[in-house]
């Protein structure tokens, strides 16, 4: 990678991870808001504080981060990454200060939802970055998303480490300033945004706006058109695929996790001495337990560093077509043999467990890369708007598939109609590998 290169995924990486750590660090928050506070105040009246109350305030962040991905992704082709990666670095950093200072649910609702506004417009903009201004595009993407898995899963740790020691909102106020810095650091990189797009990329747009974006709801709308009548609409249905299977996977796996064989609760008590149980704050005799399907379920997200790194090499190696369909066709095999597995031993789970974990996140810059191949260059953002409008926005019901089919039937079922929607995504690769041939 040359130095232009090196740069842009620096900048990219460090947003990406930033990005996915304010994500997975809301729920450590959850549990002590529903403790905190007794009720959310809405001027003339308040709402109690419960779990149905506290999700839907959580549902607010959650939901404008995988919405506003679209509007992020026009605003990319028409501002340029740089200042958006920025914005998004203090808009975050900025919310969680705001969730510190936090009096009570109200000021709670209002930063998640600060949170989700600005990380929204991060994907679409950091790829777009990556796709146009990185000439080793398949490295880049693969430290990049390296970069988001090790925030997925140490990110949430050392909140979890801080939380021993200090209160949930001077937790927040230390994670929110690092951000403040980066989005500093990030207008004043030098780089060059559009260093790999090459100088016939206009010819080879087939007459679509090349360099500028959108500039209103009329070319907007022609714009998508265009994209979706071509080969983009499969690219599309193999990242509603990953979303789908992501979120259908990872929601409820530590509640399916737990009621197995080697999975029981580890008293505290009988791993720490006396000396470490105090430094931490544990009282002999308290009940506390460790959970070890959470640290399965850690384990299995900081394995997909190696497999971010290895989709990202690969995608750089063999046609990412191909690549899609092999990477997807694991996918269901390993769906289809989950619950025998995890009946056969604890051994057994871990190794499936850890090519889950590989194969969720390689996937993920093979179809990053593809988006890149099939839109042009002046519409990338756009395009990774639509992209995790599919990945954030329709995967997001992959959690309601899992809850709705575990509430009428059993994991089974849940890891066969997981196994069908990656099937579709392999046949989806093959179908484009075709049409690229």
């Known amino acids: 990678m040359n130095g232009n290169d090196r740069a842009i995924t620096g900048i990219a990486s460090l947003a990406h991870g930033a990005v996915h750590t304010y994500e997975m660090t809301i729920p450590l928050f959850v549990v002590v808001w529903l403790t905190e506070f007794d009720a959310i105040p809405l001027g003339v009246t308040s709402v109690d504080v419960t779990t149905a109350t506290v999700g839907v305030v959580v549902t607010l962040g959650y939901g404008l981060f995988g919405l506003g991905a679209l509007p992020g992704g026009i605003l990319v082709d028409r501002v340029g990454s740089r200042?958006?990666?920025?914005?998004?670095?203090?808009?975050?950093?900025?919310?969680?200060?705001?969730?510190?200072?936090?009096?009570?649910?109200?000021?709670?609702?209002?930063?998640?939802?600060?949170?989700?506004?600005?990380?929204?417009?991060?994907?679409?903009?950091?790829?777009?970055?990556?796709?146009?201004?990185?000439?080793?595009?398949?490295?880049?993407?693969?430290?990049?998303?390296?970069?988001?898995?090790?925030?997925?899963?140490?990110?949430?740790?050392?909140?979890?480490?801080?939380?021993?020691?200090?209160?949930?909102?001077?937790?927040?106020?230390?994670?929110?300033?690092?951000?403040?810095?980066?989005?500093?650091?990030?207008?004043?990189?030098?780089?060059?945004?559009?260093?790999?797009?090459?100088?016939?990329?206009?010819?080879?747009?087939g007459g679509s706006k090349a360099t500028s974006g959108v500039d209103d709801l009329g070319e907007f709308l022609a714009e998508s058109r265009r994209l979706l009548a071509g080969g983009f609409v499969l690219v599309f249905v193999v990242v509603m695929c990953s979303g789908l299977y992501y979120r259908g996977v990872l929601t409820?796996?530590?509640?399916?996790?737990?009621?197995?064989?080697?999975?029981?609760?580890?008293?505290?008590?009988?791993?720490?001495?006396?000396?470490?149980?105090?430094?931490?704050?544990?009282?002999?005799?308290?009940?506390?337990?460790?959970?070890?399907?959470?640290?399965?379920?850690?384990?299995?997200?900081?394995?997909?560093?190696?497999?971010?790194?290895?989709?990202?090499?690969?995608?750089?190696?063999?046609?990412?077509?191909?690549?899609?369909?092999?990477?997807?066709?694991?996918?269901?095999?390993?769906?289809?043999?989950?619950?025998?597995?995890?009946?056969?031993?604890?051994?057994?789970?871990?190794?499936?467990?850890?090519?889950l974990g590989a194969f969720l996140f390689v996937v993920q810059p093979m179809y990053q890369a593809t988006v890149a191949e099939y839109t042009p260059s002046g519409t990338r953002g756009l395009s990774y708007g639509f992209t995790y409008l599919g990945v954030f926005g329709v995967g997001a019901l992959g959690g309601t598939i899992a809850g709705g089919i575990l509430a009428v039937a059993n994991a089974t079922a849940l890891f066969l109609v997981l196994a069908g929607i990656a099937a579709v995504g392999s046949v989806t690769g093959l179908v484009l590998a075709r049409r690229a041939g």
């Open 83 to 205: 200042r958006l990666i920025s914005a998004c670095l203090l808009g975050m950093g900025l919310s969680y200060v705001l969730l510190g200072l936090a009096p009570n649910m109200l000021v709670v609702a209002a930063a998640l939802v600060l949170w989700g506004i600005a990380a929204s417009v991060y994907h679409p903009a950091g790829l777009s970055l990556i796709s146009k201004g990185v000439e080793e595009r398949g490295t880049g993407l693969a430290y990049h998303g390296m970069a988001g898995n090790l925030g997925i899963g140490l990110g949430p740790l050392a909140a979890t480490v801080m939380l021993l020691f200090v209160e949930w909102r001077t937790v927040a106020l230390v994670l929110g300033a690092p951000a403040v810095l980066a989005a500093v650091y990030a207008a004043r990189a030098d780089f060059d945004e559009t260093a790999a797009v090459a100088e016939s990329g206009a010819a080879a747009d």
């Open 252 to 355: 409820f796996l530590p509640e399916l996790l737990r009621d197995l064989p080697g999975f029981e609760p580890i008293s505290v008590d009988a791993l720490l001495p006396e000396s470490v149980r105090s430094a931490f704050g544990v009282e002999p005799g308290a009940g506390q337990t460790l959970k070890p399907q959470d640290y399965f379920y850690s384990g299995l997200l900081l394995v997909g560093v190696v497999g971010q790194y290895a989709g990202g090499k690969l995608t750089d190696r063999m046609p990412v077509e191909y690549g899609l369909a092999g990477s997807f066709g694991v996918l269901a095999v390993l769906a289809v043999l989950f619950v025998p597995v995890s009946e056969a031993g604890l051994g057994p789970l871990v190794v499936l467990g850890a090519l």
